[in-house]
């Protein structure tokens, strides 16, 4: 008997091969859009680093800046470097690209060296891991 089409076993077996290959599609695809995102604020962050060592270099003669300084430290906010055009318009949260985060919110310690070039900067208000 010469039948002409598949059997039930052969498409059952097709179908869930499909299914194995979209599911390991779909975690690869899920693990580079994580990975993307956290690269994206990586970038923002060394942006706010860089912005603020232009900034140090700019006004480490400035005498309102040294005032603020206490202890070759200095507390700034991502609104102080917008408002002074060292970073551009508004920062959109990585991983939700609708979300503008709040300038205000995102702290910048500066440490400085004894001649007032910046030692080490660390940025608060953004989180770059994957939760």
Known sequence: ????GFTLIELIATIALLAIIAVISFVSI???ISQSRVNDCETLVNNIKSAT???VSDNRYNKDFVNLVVDYSIN???RQLIDNNYLSGEIVDPFNK???LDSESIIITISLNDDYTVDTVAVSGITCDVS
């Open 1 to 4: 008997m010469n039948s002409r």
């Open 30 to 32: 899920n693990g580079i």
């Open 53 to 55: 060592n232009s900034y």
């Open 76 to 78: 700034i906010t991502a």
């Open 98 to 100: 609708e979300v503008v």
